[in-house]
């Protein structure tokens, strides 16, 4: 998971402050669900005025693996 939170991370972009216009800073971010897609929150405050803004990042779902396995039979040749 700390993985996931790393690469969320890094393509995250901070949004503005609609008040007052500049740029809000990273606070925390915190995973909202894990299955059956990872949420995780990312939370910024405004630096000025203290306004706070969310921003998730929803992972795509991978496939997991198959129920079972298959391997072609096995055949016996009769000599």
């Known amino acids: ?14 949004p503005t402050c609609p008040d007052c216009h500049i ?14 897609v990872p949420i995780i929150a990312h ?4 630096p000025h005025c203290k306004r706070a ?5 929803i992972f795509k779902e991978t496939p997991g693996p198959p129920d079972r396995l298959s391997a072609p039979r096995f055949v016996a040749h009769a000599a």
């Open 23 to 36: 740029e809000m800073r990273w606070w925390r971010s915190e995973l909202l669900a894990d299955e059956p």
């Open 1 to 14: 998971m700390v993985d996931r939170l790393r690469s969320a991370a890094e393509h995250l972009e901070a």
């Open 53 to 57: 803004a969310q921003a998730d990042t």
């Open 43 to 46: 939370l910024f405050v405004c």
